[in-house]
């Protein structure tokens, strides 16, 4: 049964750089079937798709976050991660990986991690 | 990008009755429509892919039908654990540019 484990800090301060990493356990990040990818959710509020990445590491972005993200799969240790830099306090909420079907549907989700940016 | 709208906001609804959400997109979007369902302090579950489509496991109480720019989500008897926000998710475009609609509370009446 595959299952995804965020990990990475709680708290940040403005201008720190967010670095976030998705342990996938009971498959395989070098799926060539499925895609990996976050997703977040301020608090009280809805989701947005951040991005996604296929085994192959071409890596597709929301184009609202594209000059701050970077995503990258790392096969030798079964993860991918998630960089997001000049965090601000709009940035905070939960954080949540998962694993796409064919890169467009989201059917496997972490548990989430919830990020606070504060001074 | 394509804007994902949905209503109404909250519905009240009772264990047993048929409730039906709606979703509706900015665009045509063929049938490329997902739908999720998230109780307080749990990530999403995916309930419905292909606007038609669900995973194993997912009750049968739950369908979905539309086309187009217009889409549903009919619970056929609510039970009381599907009181929760339900969000539905466009994908039409490659490469991908996924939006969520701001979600559905159900809640109970």
């Known amino acids: 049964q595959l299952q995804l484990q965020e990990s990475g800090p709680g708290l940040m301060r403005p201008s720190e750089t967010l670095s976030l990493t998705c342990s996938v356990s009971?498959?395989?990040?070098?799926?060539?079937?499925?895609?990996w990818g976050w997703a977040r959710q301020p608090p009280g509020k809805g989701l947005e798709w951040i991005g996604s990445?296929?085994?192959?590491?071409?890596?597709y972005i929301n184009p609202s976050l594209e000059s701050r993200v970077t995503i990258s799969v790392d096969t030798a240790n079964n993860l991918f991660s998630l960089r997001l830099t000049s965090v601000t306090a709009a940035d905070t909420g939960a954080y949540y990986c998962?694993?796409?079907?064919?890169?467009?549907?989201?059917?496997?989700w972490g548990q989430g991690t919830l990020v606070t940016v504060s001074s | 990008e394509i804007v994902v709208t949905q209503s109404p906001a909250t519905l009240s609804g009772s264990p047993g009755e048929r409730v039906t959400l709606s979703c509706r997109a900015s665009?045509?979007?063929?049938?490329?429509l997902a739908w999720y369902q998230q109780k307080p302090g749990q990530a999403p579950r995916l309930l419905i892919y292909?606007?038609?489509t669900r995973p194993t496991g997912i009750p049968t109480r739950f369908s979905g039908s539309g086309s187009g720019t217009d889409f549903t989500l009919t619970i056929s008897s609510l039970q009381s654990e599907d009181f929760a926000v339900y969000y539905c998710?466009?994908?039409?475009?490659?490469?991908?540019?996924?939006?969520f609609g701001p979600g559905t509370k159900v809640d109970v009446k």
């Open positions: 998710q466009q994908y039409k475009n490659w490469p991908p540019h996924l939006t």
């Open positions: 292909g606007t038609s």
């Open positions: 665009q045509d979007i063929s049938i490329n």
């Open positions: 009971g498959g395989s990040v070098s799926s060539k079937t499925h895609h």
């Open positions: 998962a694993r796409l079907l064919q890169g467009d549907v989201l059917d496997i």
């Open positions: 990445i296929p085994y192959s590491g071409a890596t």
